[in-house]
């Protein structure tokens, strides 16, 4: 069974960074698609970014591209997400999710097999 368990959230202010980290078990991380997700109070939850299996190619939301970078450490099992320039519209709880094959890199909840349960990210303004 697929274990991931987020890190790193927390309370800043506007204009502040966060890094989030995933630390996988159970699987090989090597091969799979990595991706994060946010939700929001009374929201649907939303694709942030994703990452392929050797970390070449990535994929970011508009809402995020050029504040928040996605990145991974295959040896260390761990997917990261550095949050920059962080404003209150990205308080929101954010959840890692895995990909059960090795071809892909989703950008919908549909493409992911297994989720953590999140970590809370609250930007003041």
């Known amino acids: 069974q697929v274990q991931l368990v987020e890190s790193g959230g927390g309370l800043v202010q506007a204009g502040g960074s966060l890094r989030l980290s995933c630390a996988a078990s159970?699987?090989?991380?090597?091969?799979?698609?990595m991706g994060w997700f946010r939700q929001a109070p009374g929201k649907e939850r939303e694709f942030v970014a994703a990452i392929s299996r050797s970390g070449g190619t990535q994929f970011y939301a508009d809402s995020v591209k050029g504040r928040f970078t996605i990145s991974r450490n295959n040896a260390k099992n761990t997917v990261y997400l550095q949050m920059n320039s962080l404003k209150p519209e990205d308080t929101a709880i954010y959840s890692c999710?895995?990909?059960?094959?090795?071809?892909?890199?989703?950008?919908?909840?549909?493409?992911?097999?297994?989720w953590g349960q999140g970590t809370q990210v609250t930007v003041s303004s």
């Open positions: 159970g699987r090989s991380f090597s091969s799979s698609g």
């Open positions: 999710a895995l990909r059960n094959t090795i071809v892909g890199v989703p950008t919908t909840l549909r493409g992911y097999d297994f």
